[in-house]
Every structure is written in structure tokens, then in C-alpha cells.
């Protein structure tokens, strides 16, 4: 039986919990599996761990549209505007602004 990336990422935080991008790669991985109070908590615990992982917002704000929390998407959205611009990250703050115009 094969390991799962799920339980990939799972086994990789036990020994490198305060990795960022592995608990990006776990929130991603529980959005993907329609599992979105894991996923919200793990995008919380990479920008608790790293308040400039651009991506997490995006992705979060991702996640609370699947739900069908638009105020919460754009309220994390206009957070990841911040940071990103903070950042200079001109791209990513492009996207989040376009799917921000769409709501």
C-alpha cells in the first residue's frame, strides 16, 4: 500500500514542524480533499510561521470561496494584498487582486 502525500506531509512535520512550506503543502493537500477547517488551520499555521508566505493568503482566500465565505475570502484577500505589497511581490498581489475583483 502506498503512502499517501497526505501522510507524506504529515510524517515530514513531526521531525520539521516549523517548516512553512511543508504546512503549505498539507493546507493545499486537506483543500484538495474538501477538508477545510484542516486546511484553514494549517494556512493559518504557515503565515503564523512566516507572515510574509504570500501564497498562503491566496490560497486561504481560495479555500473560504470554496465554502462560500466570500466576506471572509475578501477580508483575506485585502490581507494578502498587504503583505504582498509590503513584500514587493507585484505578482502575486495582481492575482489576488483580480480574483478579488471577481467577487
Known amino acids: ?11 515530514l512535520l513531526k ?10 503543502g498539507l493546507a493545499m493537500e486537506f483543500a484538495k480533499a474538501a477538508r477545510f477547517d484542516e486546511s484553514l488551520a494549517q494556512f493559518d ?6 507572515p510574509h508566505y504570500i501564497a498562503a493568503y491566496f ?8 465554502m462560500g465565505d466570500v466576506d471572509r475570502a ?11 505589497t509590503e513584500s514587493g511581490d507585484l505578482h502575486a498581489r495582481g492575482e489576488m487582486e483580480e480574483l478579488l475583483a471577481t467577487l
Open 1 to 11: 500500500m502506498s503512502t499517501s502525500r497526505l501522510e507524506k506531509l504529515q510524517n
Open 15 to 24: 521531525t520539521e514542524p516549523n517548516d512553512a512550506f511543508l504546512n503549505f
Open 45 to 50: 499555521r504557515v503565515q503564523q510561521l512566516d
Open 59 to 66: 490560497q486561504k482566500g481560495r479555500t473560504l470561496l470554496s
Open 74 to 84: 475578501r477580508a483575506e484577500l485585502n490581507r494578502g494584498i498587504a503583505a504582498a
